[in-house]
């Protein structure tokens, strides 16, 4: 079966922090997405698709912006409640509120309760894909790779791994957490479009053991993902010091188990020395920039514009990083990235943030092959956005002409009342009432 999406679509040409910004995105008028077994076949317009294609079902979405869906490249599955968490920063944060309610997963029940609940809230929000880190318990993965694969949707996601300093009832061991996440490898990755991602949580709660035995597993299965935290909070920071005294830096203790390497996400990075940046950037390694989550807990301002080395930017992604992050919009977020970006001195442009949120995040996951983009090819992960949402969003589309207006103006003012449908795989898995 042939499905057909009507409507003006984006389309990324190239990166917008490494080439032209004018030419890296256009807009497509009056196109239509051919779609066939999920994947963008054809690229056409509306009147030709009408006429070539007369047997197939069609999505018109005339008089909206079709966008790829948005990729969240950080996120934690068990935070659907602690989001909006009053008053700490980070390692607070964690003992009074994070590590409680992640301790609820350990009831399977209430982890397929969950994960139906946290996936609407992503499609509502236009977002198709996200990178998510689950509980220390296996079965946390099991039931959101579950309920994923119920939607075809491309899921990147990994039990939490942690030996020390967290309640007991939250922690595995070394072996116990290789063994439940090869068990997770075996059953869950490329099993349709799910991923599993290794997902040592952070350095202060893995011993040398948990890191040595994460990077090990790495080696055995080195096309994984890896995703961690780095350098988000100065107190995070000078522990990291005191329990690693032997690392030169807090990038150290990762390189040193062999979790420096291309595949690796690092959350935040917001603390990183330049020699950390040269290294990251020679290993081809990610950073997922959360913004509203540096603000909300406090952490601090991610120089996206000084995360470069010889000019050129490092691979880095954008994301809720939701309970610490207070919204699962990425309009939200990147809001908040261009407000930390004029805090920082610099000018984020419309379609750098647009990108970030998109194929920017699917390429610091090294699946903007696949998605992020509306190109012959990918996956049809797309979002139709009601360009008319609000009754000031109409009237400041009236004022404004240019694509990069009416981006910016769906940054600063828009949220999940703009998402008119998100498709996955090209079937509505969201749909506005
Ligand atoms: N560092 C270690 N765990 C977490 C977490 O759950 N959220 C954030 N923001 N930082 C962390
Ligand atoms: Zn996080």
Redesign the pocket.
Known sequence: MVKIILGDYLTFHHDPFLNDIDTSLTLNQAGAIIIENGLITALTSASDARKNYPDAVFEDCSGYLLSPGFVDCHI?FP?YHVIASYGEQ?LE??NKY?FPTEMKFHDRAYADKIAPLFLQELFKNGTSSAAV?CTAHAHSADALFTQAQKHNMRLLAGKVWMDRNAPTALCDTAQSAYDDAKQGIETWHNNGRNQYVLTP??A??STEAQLEAAGRLWAEYPDLIMQT?LS??KN?CAWVQELFPDSTDYLDVYDKYGLLKKGGIF??GIYLSEDEKQRIYDADASIAH?PT?NMF?G?GLFPLFNCKHNNRPLRVGLAT?V???SSFSMFATMRCAYEVAQLLGHKLHPYQAWYLASWGSANALHIDDKIGNIQVGMEADIIAINLQSTPLITEKMSQINTLAEQLFAHIILGDERAIKATYIAGEAVYRAS
């Open positions: 934690h935070q980070l944060w964690l994070t880190y949580r952070f202060p709660t935290h988000e909070n995070e959350g935040h959360c989550s807990i952490s990083d309970g610490g992050g």
